[in-house]
């Protein structure tokens, strides 16, 4: 099993950064890639940005390309997502997932199998 913790959330104003943790625990080693979701009330989840472990590559939405990075550290069994230039739009409950298919969608909650419990970010104007 295995468990992601969030961190990192809180207020800021718009054009500003903040840096988003998800903390791996458990039984990590089958675990090929981890995403950031971001869901605002009554909408759906979307899918924010994802760091796939086998092939070291990274994908994003396109309204965080070129402001948001994923990057990762082996050693501390975390992911980050720096998010810079934010806008009130960014405002969100932030998720980390993770999973282990061989094949599935970037950025598609369903592909993923644990998530954390979330952290809210708040962009004001």
């Known amino acids: 099993q295995v468990q992601l913790v969030e961190s990192g959330g809180g207020s800021v104003q718009a054009g500003g950064s903040l840096r988003l943790s998800c903390a791996a625990f458990?039984?990590?080693?089958?675990?090929?890639?981890v995403g950031w979701f971001r869901q605002v009330a009554g909408k759906e989840r979307e899918g924010v940005a994802n760091?796939?472990?086998?092939?070291?590559?990274?994908h994003y939405a396109d309204s965080v390309k070129g402001r948001f990075t994923i990057s990762q550290d082996n050693a501390k069994n975390t992911v980050y997502l720096q998010m810079n230039s934010l806008k009130p739009e960014d405002t969100a409950m932030y998720y980390c997932?993770?999973?282990?298919?061989?094949?599935?969608?970037?950025?598609?909650?369903?592909?993923?199998?644990?998530w954390g419990q979330g952290t809210q970010v708040t962009v004001s104007s």
């Open positions: 458990g039984y990590t080693y089958s675990t090929s890639y």
């Open positions: 997932a993770s999973g282990a298919r061989r094949r599935y969608v970037p950025l598609i909650q369903s592909w993923y199998n644990h």
């Open positions: 760091f796939d472990f086998d092939v070291g590559s990274t």
